[in-house]
């Protein structure tokens, strides 16, 4: 059955073999693209596995992490990062205002900053504690009502004001664009805006469209499935 290829561990070797592969496609669409493949960090996304099968990634290779969830990271990660010193960790979902003081101390990178409460959070929490997690700023470039993110109209005054009003620097921008439409259009659209404002990170790109994304100047690629196999759901 497809299940048992779900379950909590790979088989000797997968972690790498599959890691292996999802780096060589970069590799090869940065070139095509006539990029260098050293400016595209990928960043495994890890939410819903647990400890073995990330530790197997880790073991592989692999240093740079994304979760979707604030919570799910905060249980998992401390202990798994604890012999890394040099491991990343990114919030690639929602974040809300009442969990900023968790983010600021889990995270190196957020790429879900979208409303000016969460930025106002977020510079409180990051005085406090005196650690400074890198930021992007997701757009909502479909303008789908239920997904997160800054509409793209909004995009400059919404980093205008996390500098002015709140002392932010936004390294760059993050996408997820709609389900039900290429993915290239919005890509582009991200790469515009990111680049009238000269920020230099472009988030966007998950398995089934990362080379995609690499193409229109992608910067950080989200992957998950493709390193760690099907999530359940
Ligand atoms: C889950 C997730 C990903 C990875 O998705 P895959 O399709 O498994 O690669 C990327 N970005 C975000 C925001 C996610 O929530």
């Not at 292996?20 to 960090?41: D, H, S, Y």
Request: hydrophobic fraction near 45%; aromatic fraction near 4%.
């Amino acid at each position: 059955m497809a299940a048992q290829s779900i379950s909590g561990s790979f088989g000797a070797g997968e972690a790498a073999s599959r890691l292996a592969a999802v780096q060589e496609r970069i590799a090869k669409a940065a070139e095509e693209a006539g990029r260098p493949a050293g400016g595209i960090t990928l960043v495994a996304v890890s939410k819903t596995f647990g400890a073995s099968k990330i530790e197997q990634v880790i073991a592989a290779g692999q240093r740079v992490f994304g979760e979707n969830r604030v919570q799910e990271a905060a249980r998992k990660w401390p202990v798994l990062r604890k012999p890394y010193p040099s491991l990343e960790l990114h919030l690639v979902g929602p974040l809300q205002s009442n969990k900023a003081k968790d983010a600021v101390a889990l995270f190196d990178v957020i790429h879900s900053l979208d409303r000016d409460k969460i930025a106002g959070a977020l510079a409180k929490e990051m005085a406090a504690q005196g650690r400074r997690p890198r930021l992007l700023v997701q757009i909502n470039t479909g303008a789908e009502p239920q997904k997160a993110g800054v509409l793209p109209e909004q995009a400059d005054d919404f980093v205008k004001r996390c500098s002015e009003a709140h002392g932010l620097e936004i390294d760059g921008l993050m996408c997820i664009p709609p389900i039900d439409e290429p993915p290239a259009p919005h890509f582009a659209l991200l790469a515009k805006i990111a680049g009238r404002l000269d920020l230099p990170e472009l988030s966007m790109g998950m398995s089934a469209d990362y080379e995609i994304a690499i193409g229109h100047g992608a910067t950080m690629v989200r992957v998950g499935s493709a390193i760690f196999g099907e999530r359940e759901t």
